[in-house]
């Protein structure tokens, strides 16, 4: 079986959420009840900014993934280059 190169597989089943933004909001300076110290904390009531949700791939152990997919770069640690996998597991995989 000759082997596709530029090719890498999941390590295990993952789910990689790319592009994701946690949401912003604007700061309060508060009086800290207990010691009297004005800290700065976030208003929640406030969104500055909504943030993104991301957009999210899933992939089965040992699915096969272009090496320029945005998920691999995203989550490098998360992938394997597909010449180090077993032809075992990748015909599991397949199965």
């Known amino acids: 079986m000759a082997k596709k ?47 993104d949700p991301g957009v999210p791939y899933a992939f089965k152990p040992f699915q096969k993934v272009s090496a320029n997919h945005p998920a691999v770069k995203a989550c490098p640690g998360g992938f394997m280059p597909l010449e180090d996998a077993d032809e075992a597991d990748l015909e599991l995989a397949n199965a």
């Open 5 to 51: 190169t530029g090719m890498v597989v999941a390590r295990e089943a993952i789910v990689v959420v790319v592009g994701a933004r946690a949401p912003e909001y604007g700061k309060v300076t508060i009086t800290h009840n207990k010691t009297g110290e004005r800290i700065t904390i976030d208003n929640q009531m406030d969104v500055v900014d909504e943030g």
